[in-house]
């Protein structure tokens, strides 16, 4: 059972501990972030590690977006093991991607492979929105693999509307994709220069598992995020071994030769892993890699994060890890709006639903937990008379919801007490202080008895009629 904090002070003392360790997202361990930028919306693709991991233990995938880069919601865990038949089921969910073409969405995966005894192979998902419903068109492996397995798939999609599949661990291969993006449109080639230091970084010594013998490799390691940007193509990827740290190669030709770019973070803070890619998102560019950083986190139970950078002409920088979130977003949050309860900037003690489709809610919400929301805007001052309305999916123990401005025990904005009866959609409402105004940080505070008090599914500030 988890420790409940029934003082509002307790509370403020977890939320400075909390906040040292800067997650995405903070209701699950989400590595090998893959985000996706559609319209005005990220889309970020994630792993999942299970929360009493002690391994690799990663059953399915899990899905969230944002429109500031601030607040995510969660938008649930669309494909699991059990959506491809051809997948050991119940682990070996590792790094994934996705990309949209003509209003279809496909999710490249890596799973055990039951043919190959447990040996990962690439599979593909298709759905008609990033939420899905996804479901496997082919009922096989994309790109079975081989003795050493194949993973952590890179889509990309060039210029000229030619796709491109890459992957790999220690080494690294692409191939085409078909205009269906469900098959490969020519041979799979292993990539240029891999073995070449002035392609792929310094040479180092490795253990090749197969011989169980060390050989000598360039800096590559595995996770390759592949993207265009002007005339050049850039390949990111875990770099150096154990601990990784992320480096780049770039090149002139899909098919290189590739040139040796240099490091572009250091080993991941309490992770033996790396694995991200970056985006350009109104106007300004995020580089995702995970690191084991978030309460409860370590090598094997990994949470996303990102950092913001400025291009050096055509080249990547050196980005230092940070702590803390980003300093500015990209836009705010509308609170006279519908606002999901699984969209959030961070939070302590919650759990989201574990279900696919459109429809998600915060869970095991005990006395003294939390969330965050950044850069809340209200706009013109809030006249008397405004109310608060929260949507709960079930209530169990009973309690209430206590809105704050700007941090907890700060001006209280609202209280809205869970209305009595378990039945899904119930609506409790309270007043909203008058003559709040412009932008700021909103803390939900939940109290209530010992016991889990509720799930909740929205909420909504409003305006006087």
Same mark, same amino acid.
């Given at each position: 059972?988890?420790?409940?904090? *029934?003082?509002? @002070? !307790? =509370? &403020?003392?977890?939320?400075? =501990? @909390? $906040?040292a360790s800067d997650p995405v997202v903070t209701t699950s361990f989400t590595p090998d972030p893959a985000p996706y930028v559609h319209g005005d919306t990220v889309y970020l693709f994630t792993g999942h590690d299970e929360d009493d991991a002690q391994y690799f233990k990663m059953k399915d995938w899990q899905l969230f977006s944002t429109t500031d880069m601030l607040n995510w919601t969660y938008r649930g865990t669309p494909i699991s093991t059990a959506t491809f038949g051809w997948a050991e089921q119940g682990d070996n969910a590792w790094a994934a991607q996705a990309v949209e073409r003509n209003g279809k969405w496909y999710w490249y995966i890596c =799973?055990?492979?039951? !043919?190959?005894? %447990? /040996?990962?192979? &690439? %599979?593909? @998902?298709? @759905?008609?929105?990033?939420?899905?419903? $996804?479901?496997?068109?082919?009922?096989? *492996? /994309?790109? *079975?693999? #081989? #003795?050493? %397995? +194949?993973i952590d798939p890179s889509v990309f999609i060039d210029n000229d509307g030619q796709a491109w599949l890459f992957w790999g661990n220690n080494g690294m291969w692409y191939a085409p994709l078909a205009d269906d993006m469900i098959s490969l449109a020519g041979e799979v080639r292993e990539v240029a220069g891999l073995n070449d230091p002035a392609a792929f970084g310094p040479m180092r010594e490795k253990r090749d598992y197969a011989t169980n013998t060390m050989m000598m490799k360039t800096n590559y390691e595995e996770g390759p995020w592949v993207f265009r940007r002007g005339d050049t193509y850039y390949i990111v990827y875990a770099a150096g071994g154990v601990p990784e740290h992320m480096a780049y190669s770039y090149a002139s030709d899909i098919h290189g030769p590739w040139t040796y770019g240099g490091r572009i973070i250091d080993e991941s803070p309490a992770s033996f892993t790396i694995h991200g890619g970056s985006i350009e998102f109104k106007g300004r560019h995020f580089m995702f890699y995970h690191n084991g950083l978030a309460p409860n986190g370590g090598g094997f139970r990994r949470a996303t994060t990102v950092e913001e950078f400025s291009w050096q002409g055509d080249s990547l920088p050196f980005i230092p890890h940070t702590r803390g979130a980003l300093a500015k977003g990209t836009g705010t949050l509308d609170p006279y709006s519908r606002v999901e309860a699984e969209t959030m900037a961070g939070c302590y003690g919650l759990k989201t639903d574990r279900r696919a489709g459109s429809d998600h809610y915060i869970t095991s919400v005990h006395n003294g937990d939390w969330l965050? /929301?950044?850069?809340?805007? +209200?706009?013109?001052?809030? *006249? =008397?008379?405004?109310?608060m309305s929260v949507i709960f999916s079930a209530v169990k123990e009973g309690g209430c919801v206590e809105f704050y401005l700007d941090r907890p025990g700060g001006t209280l904005l609202a209280r809205v007490e869970a209305p009595v009866g378990a039945e899904a959609g119930l609506v409790g409402t309270g007043d909203a202080k008058a003559g709040v105004s412009g932008i700021h940080d909103v803390y939900l505070l939940f109290r209530g008895g010992d016991s889990e008090l509720f799930d909740v599914d929205a909420w909504q500030l409003h305006r006087p009629l």
């Open positions: 059972m988890k420790h409940r904090l *029934p003082l509002l @002070a !307790a =509370a &403020i003392g977890v939320l400075t =501990a @909390a $906040y =799973a055990g492979d039951t !043919a190959r005894r %447990g /040996l990962h192979s &690439i %599979g593909v @998902a298709v @759905a008609p929105a990033p939420e899905g419903p $996804y479901t496997d068109p082919l009922g096989e *492996p /994309l790109v *079975p693999g #081989t #003795t050493l %397995g +194949f965050r /929301l950044r850069d809340v805007d +209200f706009g013109e001052e809030l *006249p =008397a008379g405004a109310a």
